[in-house]
């Protein structure tokens, strides 16, 4: 069955403190992951698409890579700005169903 | 440059009655889906269409819960004799090629 895991459910950092978010997928085949940042009582923005193994994006502080099995979202030096809710989903090959993760909620400290 | 707009943004029904959830989709997108949250919860795929055509509707109860795109004006989700269940945030994206999504800002339904 497909799936999507993130990993950590939650985690606070210190202003300036990088680290990175993980998302696990078991999917048949993969035409996509993307990741959203969300923030409370808003819909998803979209940060990055990536379609295969090896690939990379950046964008300011974020970093997105890919691996077979699983997505790395990379914070170097965090501000409290970016304090919010980052999303993993990923389009399985065969079908035009997006299957999300439940999330990672950051918790940037000044 | 508008994005995805859904309205309303809020929505409070009491239980047995109509639901109309509405959603304009980017300038030139074709694809629409709606998706279910719960708070604290990921997204929940509901139903995915075209223009005039229901792609795929495997994550939309066969019961109360029905969705359409017409050739002209916005994406409707209509959930009918609503429960105390339905209560969540429905959120619309639409696409251009059915791979990167946008988002609009959602609607609160508060079931009484």
């Not at chain 2, 304009?24 to 889906?33: A, D, E, L, W």
Request: charged share 25%.
């Amino acid at each position: 069955e497909d799936q999507v895991t993130q990993s950590p459910e939650a985690l606070r950092l210190q202003e300036g403190e990088s680290s990175s978010l993980n998302c696990s997928y078991t999917v048949s085949g993969l035409r996509g992951l993307f990741w959203y940042r969300q923030d409370p009582g808003k819909g998803p923005e979209f940060l990055f698409t990536l379609y295969s193994a090896g690939e990379e994006k950046e964008k300011e502080r974020l970093k997105a890579t890919l691996t077979k099995k699983e997505s790395f979202l990379h914070i170097t030096a965090p501000k409290p700005e970016d304090s919010a809710t980052y999303l993993c989903a990923v389009l399985p090959g065969n079908f035009n169903k997006f299957y999300f993760g439940s999330g990672t909620k950051l918790n940037v400290k000044p | 440059n508008a994005g995805v707009m859904q309205n309303p943004r809020h929505l409070v029904r009491r239980r047995g009655q109509e639901a109309r959830l509405r959603c304009s989709p980017v300038k030139g997108h074709s694809h629409v889906y709606w998706y279910r949250q719960l708070p604290e919860e990921g997204l929940k795929f509901m139903v995915y269409l075209q223009k005039e055509n229901i792609i795929d509707e495997s994550g939309m109860p066969k019961e109360r819960f029905s969705a359409e795109f017409p050739k002209e004006g916005p994406s409707i989700l209509r959930i009918q004799q609503v429960v105390r269940g339905d209560s969540a945030a429905y959120f619309c994206a639409s696409s251009s090629d059915s791979l990167a999504q946008y988002f609009g800002p959602g609607t609160r339904l508060l079931v009484l």
